[in-house]
């Protein structure tokens, strides 16, 4: 057991936040000296290129927030458990918090460090903070986890969630802080190359910035939010999505300020406060099945003849935003330029390449974790395997989006096409024109080049599939 006067360290991850922390809470609210860690283990090493780069830059804006009420962060590189017993080494530190992961490496990391530190007298307490309700509290009843969404958002929509707290004040301080790698030095940014500098200007990183864009969602947008949410070329969604997948904001606060436009009337807010039970939904299902991060969720799919050469022509024009299909490329580049993409568009350049160019959705999951800022380990595989077919709660394997009258129904002004597609126009807007700044120079592609016939057409793609599902008598496969 610790001293009294011993120190705690909390150990930060995917909750780069001071409000809403209760491992955070737990620690000031003892009186000892707080001192805040993140730790650059193998883990976050894994990370893709834009994912990387954004925690580098939610890193950053965590430190300013830290120093602003006179406390650190401690940045560290290395083995987890090594690296918590150094610094409890240095310090003298009696106890480590941190908010609890769900993914199955980080579960694994942190039941060995948790032995660990037990073992060697040190007290480690792990904290809810991820998610609005702890994966083994939600059961269906006859005692299980939900498979299909809709009767796990009638069973939890009522439920009770703890109300935000605020960040504290102040942070007690030890007299003498711990050294700390300088974040510059670890390079973070690397992977995106070029492309930073491209996607640095549609990102806002941190705590505030995180409070601000859900307070403009209120004011701005939850009104029209169920209407507004699938047309890309406006900004009709929450844009909540990069600050959860870091935890610069917690889905408390947001499922607190989605019930209070729910009481003021606004339509929007009970669809808001479905997608958070949406995200919700992909953690209890990673939690409880976590083989959907790497395999078919349903097992019937494994003998489906998907295309696996992530370097075939149609996956490499997929990649670039050269498909021929102006809904499908306008999305892909939009990516490339901002690092996230609309929902509708997520959905529609999964169908194409899992349907129309009949590829494994793991290449699509992984071109995905390399290019987005709000990359999220659950609701990336959930997103993909929804859209292939293999996935819970999936839509039948037939349906195939058709991104043809899918742009005709969601993009019907062309805002969408216009602003990320500029071959073709005269004067091409500087979003269309990013993206040949921010993709590999080895492409050699321009905005003078002429748009490319479609790889695979709609009706094409949509025979093509059905016909290889029946071939592999898919039909036996039942759905909810």
């Known amino acids: 057991m610790s001293e009294p006067s011993s120190s705690v360290i909390v150990w930060f991850r995917r909750d780069l936040r001071l409000s809403d922390h209760a491992a955070l809470a737990a620690a000031c609210g003892g009186g000892r000296p707080v001192i805040p860690i993140f730790i650059l ?6 990370l893709g290129a834009a994912p990387k780069w954004r925690l580098g830059r939610g890193l950053a804006a965590l430190q300013a927030e830290l120093e602003r009420i006179g406390s650190r962060l401690i940045l560290r590189r290395g083995e987890a458990r090594g690296v918590l017993n150094d610094l409890i080494a240095a310090t003298g530190a009696g106890a480590v918090h941190w908010t609890r992961a769900y993914d199955p490496a980080a579960q694994a990391r ?6 660990d530190l037990k073992a060697h007298g040190i007290d480690a307490h792990s904290f809810p903070g991820h998610l609005l309700f702890e994966p083994w509290t939600v059961e269906t009843k006859t005692g299980g986890y939900y498979r299909v969404f809709s009767p796990m958002w009638k069973a939890v929509r009522q439920r009770d969630v703890a109300a935000p707290e605020p960040r504290p004040g102040t942070i007690p301080t030890p007299d003498r802080w711990p050294r700390s790698d300088r974040l510059e030095d670890w390079a973070l940014g690397a992977g995106m190359r070029r492309g930073a500098d491209v996607v640095a200007p549609h990102v806002q990183a941190g705590e505030v910035a995180a409070q601000e864009r859900l307070d403009l969602f209120l004011d701005a947008g939850i009104g029209a939010y169920d209407t507004r949410r699938d047309i890309p070329g406006v900004d009709g969604t929450s844009g909540l999505s990069q600050y959860l997948s ?3 904001i917690s889905p408390q606060r947001c499922w607190h300020a989605g019930l209070r436009a729910r009481q003021e009337g606004q339509p929007g807010a009970d ?9 919700e939904f992909a953690y209890h299902l990673m939690y409880h099945s976590p083989h959907i991060l790497t395999g078919n969720w349903r097992p019937e799919w494994d003998r489906f003849p998907w295309r696996t050469d992530p370097a075939h022509p149609h996956v490499l024009a997929w990649k670039q935003g050269r498909t021929g299909m102006p809904f499908v490329d306008a999305a892909m580049r939009e990516m490339h330029v901002t690092g996230r993409m609309h929902n509708r568009g997520r959905m529609i350049v999964a169908s194409y390449l899992t349907k129309h160019l009949m590829t494994h959705w793991r290449i699509g999951r992984d071109w995905f974790e390399q290019h987005l800022v709000d990359w999220d380990p659950a609701s ?3 997103g993909w395997q929804w859209a292939a077919g293999s996935g819970p709660d999936a839509a039948p394997y037939f349906r195939v989006f058709n991104p043809e009258t899918q742009l005709d129904k969601f993009d019907r002004d062309g805002a969408y096409r216009r602003a990320w597609i500029a071959e073709g126009q005269g004067a091409p807007p500087e979003t269309a024109l ?3 700044h921010a993709i590999p120079k080895r492409w050699a592609l321009s905005p003078d080049d002429p748009y490319p016939a479609p790889v695979v057409g709609a009706s094409e793609g949509r025979r093509i599939a059905l016909e290889a599902y029946q071939g592999r008598a898919l039909a036996d496969i039942p759905y909810s």
Do not use: C, H, I, P
């Not at 283990?41 to 894994?46: G, K, L, N, R």
């Not at 942190?110 to 032995?115: L, M, N, T, Y």
């Open 380 to 382: 990336n595989a959930m």
């Open 271 to 279: 669809t808001f406060l479905k997608e958070l039970v949406w995200r």
């Open 41 to 46: 283990d193998e883990q976050a090493e894994a």
């Open 434 to 436: 990013a993206y040949f």
């Open 110 to 115: 942190d039941f060995s460090v948790k032995a």
């Open 246 to 248: 870091l935890g610069e």
